[in-house]
């Protein structure tokens, strides 16, 4: 009979602590539940999506993104494989705003003229020299700040050794190489050996790529892409773009700690690092379409100068229209100079005004006149192309419109009509590794 009741007695002790843990279990479960919806419903108010999770995970609300403004930082290059030599040779205004999702690489030629007169120049009057000179990087940004009537606060200094690591970090980065480059450099250890088309680029070589500008036979990259600095710049902005497309991939946010501590380490700023985590989680949804690039406009005088120094002179009212439209286009507006602007031509579809939105043209002015680089980007606007990239290329006698994308006769004519002359010449060998549709380069019979 003992038995029998302590076996029941054991039994009701059993069944109570199955009922207990059930109980727990299920409060347990509730609290989760409750939690995981409090935490969705705060994914969503702000944004939703990884963008939304990771700024729920940090703290921030759905305020937080409002009140953050564009974020606008001078880039400069260091190479420091010079003892006791710092010029800046890669300058690049860089802009990126999490409401929009919109930045910006703006691109300042390293040979920018900075002093009084132009035919007593000297190596010091040129941009890349004051950080040298003065070891104050506010004074490359005042600098800066005078040349694009910009008001630039913040500045980053990246050394040889923070772009190495950063890319082995994120890398290899797949880059199309847009020429054979060949140069060597024995007094530097300075070897630069690519051929063009697609590649793995890791830190070393990206090195390399970005500080090419010539081969061992004085020839550069093609007149269509830009020669000399002006296709260094742009081959220094088309890389910050590929390596920027391969940070934000989702394989890559894992690492985001790592790129942080290889920002903290190497970079040389005024810019607290904590300010950019509070931007991290919008920019992990930016994407490159996004991306305006562009260089100052300008020419680089023939001069009987005293110390024959190669400078380059900023066209103060190019910059100060580009300057508009690149960082404050809801002020810019484009001047009407034809009466026949609002008619409306019934023999064009909407299915033909969508694809014109859709084709990014690239225009460069060869002409040396600096006015007509903005004359034709008004008429290719007007006509409904997008004109996504501009900047200056080599003197040029002929006009010619390059098709990179195989786009159809009857678009590439138009384009021809619009601007008024160029010969078409088919460049679609590159594929998708170009970022335009359409380079146009204005000869000097426009």
Same mark, same amino acid.
């Given at each position: ?7 029941? &007695? ?62 606008? *930082? ?10 006791? *030599? ?49 070891? %104050? ?99 220094? &902005? ?26 903290? &380490? ?95 043209? %690239? ?84």
């Amino acid at each position: 009979m003992n038995n029998n009741r302590t076996n029941r &007695r054991q039994k009701t002790k059993k069944k109570n602590k199955m009922k207990m843990w059930k109980k727990i279990f299920l409060i347990v479960l509730l609290i989760l539940i409750i939690a995981g919806c409090v935490f969705a419903y705060r994914v969503h108010r702000n944004g939703g999506g990884l963008s939304g999770m990771l700024a729920t995970v940090v703290g921030h609300d759905e305020n937080t993104k409002k009140n953050l403004g564009e974020l606008k *930082v001078l880039l400069m290059g260091v190479s420091t494989d010079q003892e006791g *030599v710092a010029l800046t040779d890669t300058i690049i205004v860089a802009s990126y705003n999490p409401n929009t999702q919109k930045a910006v690489l703006l691109s300042i030629p390293r040979d920018s003229f900075t002093g009084t007169n132009t035919k007593r120049a000297l190596a010091s009057d040129k941009i890349n020299a004051i950080y040298n000179m003065t070891r %104050e990087p506010m004074k490359t940004v005042e600098a800066v700040n005078k040349l694009t009537g910009l008001d630039l606060q913040y500045y980053a200094i990246v050394q040889t050794e923070a772009l190495i690591e950063l890319v082995d970090a994120i890398g290899p980065i797949e880059y199309y190489v847009p020429t054979t480059m060949n140069y060597d450099d024995t007094s530097q250890d300075l070897h630069i050996h690519f051929e063009e088309g697609l590649q793995e680029i890791n830190g070393q070589k990206a090195e390399e790529l970005l500080r090419f500008r010539k081969n061992n036979d004085e020839t550069s990259f093609p007149p269509e892409y830009g020669d000399n600095d002006i296709g260094r710049m742009r081959n220094q &902005r088309e890389f910050i773009t590929a390596v920027i497309e391969q940070t934000v991939k989702l394989e890559n946010i894992t690492k985001l700690g790592s790129i942080l501590d290889i920002a903290s &380490r190497n970079l040389i700023t005024n810019l607290n690092l904590n300010i950019l985590k509070d931007y991290l989680p919008y920019a992990v949804e930016f994407s490159t379409e996004n991306l305006q690039t562009a260089s100052l406009p300008g020419s680089v005088p023939n001069l009987n100068q005293t110390n024959h120094v190669s400078i380059y002179v900023v066209d103060k009212e190019e910059t100060e229209q580009l300057v508009k439209e690149l960082f404050y286009p809801e002020t810019s507006t484009e001047e009407v100079t034809d009466d026949t602007t609002n008619i409306v031509d019934n023999t064009s579809t909407t299915s033909n005004t969508t694809l014109k939105e859709n084709i990014k043209i %690239e225009v460069l002015n060869g002409t040396g006149d600096s006015k007509t680089l903005q004359e034709v980007i008004n008429k290719l606007k007007k006509e409904g192309y997008n004109v996504s990239r501009t900047g200056t290329t080599t003197s040029t006698s002929k006009t010619v419109i390059a098709n990179k994308k195989d786009i159809s006769t009857n678009i590439i004519n138009n384009i021809k009509e619009t601007v008024g002359t160029g010969m078409i010449t088919d460049n679609s060998s590159g594929g998708s590794s170009s970022k335009v549709d359409v380079t146009i380069i204005l000869g000097k019979d426009y």
